[in-house]
């Protein structure tokens, strides 16, 4: 399905927030993780029965640079305020990785926005005997093996002459800095998650090896009645590989 993704602006407490939407109907949005570099074809399917916002956060893609945005919990502040002014007063969200620590620190706040939730691969937990990858210890020559299992969904890869691309890979990766370097967790994240009240769906790649599917256990421990669907083979970039991955929340979504 060919889906033309509308970018559109706006700006939240001074600052330029790219927004892409596409389709109609209830509001689905999703929450990206530490890159944007990938596109996103995979996600054409949901807008068949939703209107899909995929805001770029700031420090991402054409969203301006926040240096004051330190912690997700300036982010679930700053969602806050871009919903006021989308007027979106209850939507269902899905947060991928990095996006998927964003969105359960924010169902945890502001469960009563939400119709439901979506968490695939989700950083934001400190499991000790399956610890998520430190992706600043990795060279960027090396990276592309614990993304994916099927390495061709990576696309050929980017040329090292381009600039763009370069500039751009740093300042994403200084804006993850900026609320991951210390790590990949939050000690408190696990308090909380009981006030996910919302029906709640957790979607793995069994061969993640940047936020390992085994995570998935603590997870379901701590959010009541949610729900896991593992897909194999596949790695961390789920959606990517697997159409049935978003096809399954796609399913949940409209169930």
């Known amino acids: 399905m060919a889906v033309h993704w509308k970018s559109e ?16 109907g209830e509001p689905l949005m999703f929450w990206h993780g530490a890159g944007t570099g ?34 997700m919990q300036d982010y679930v502040m700053h969602y ?16 991928f990785s990095m996006g998927g620590w964003m969105a359960a620190t924010f169902a945890t706040q502001h469960a009563e926005k939400l119709k439901k939730l979506v968490l695939v691969g989700p950083a934001g937990l400190r499991v000790k005997e399956h610890p998520t990858t430190d992706l600043f210890k990795i060279k960027p020559e090396e990276i592309a093996p614990y993304l994916a299992e099927n390495l061709a969904v990576l696309g050929p890869p980017p040329d090292p002459h381009d600039i763009d691309f370069i500039v751009n890979a740093y300042r994403e990766q200084t804006s993850f800095a900026r609320v991951a370097w210390e790590r990949v967790y939050d000690s408190k994240l696990p308090k909380y998650l009981h006030r996910i009240t919302v029906p709640t769906l957790l979607v793995w790649g069994k061969q993640d090896k940047l936020v390992p599917s085994a995570q998935e256990k603590t997870w379901t421990k701590l959010i009541p009645h949610a729900q896991v669907k593992m897909f194999e083979p596949a790695g961390h970039l789920v959606l990517n590989e697997k159409p049935e991955a978003v096809r399954a929340i796609l399913e949940f979504l409209a169930s």
């Not at 995979?42 to 945005?69: N, Q, R």
């Not at 806050?80 to 007027?87: A, G, H, P, S, V």
């Open 9 to 24: 602006t706006v700006t939240v407490n001074g600052n330029k927030t790219e927004i892409l939407t596409a389709g109609e």
């Open 38 to 71: 990938g596109g996103w074809d995979f996600a054409a399917p949901w807008a068949e029965k939703f209107k899909v916002y995929i805001p770029l956060h700031p420090g991402w893609g054409g969203s301006a640079d926040d240096t004051s945005m330190t912690g």
């Open 80 to 95: 806050l305020d871009l919903l006021d002014q989308l007027k979106i007063a209850k939507f269902s969200l899905i947060g």
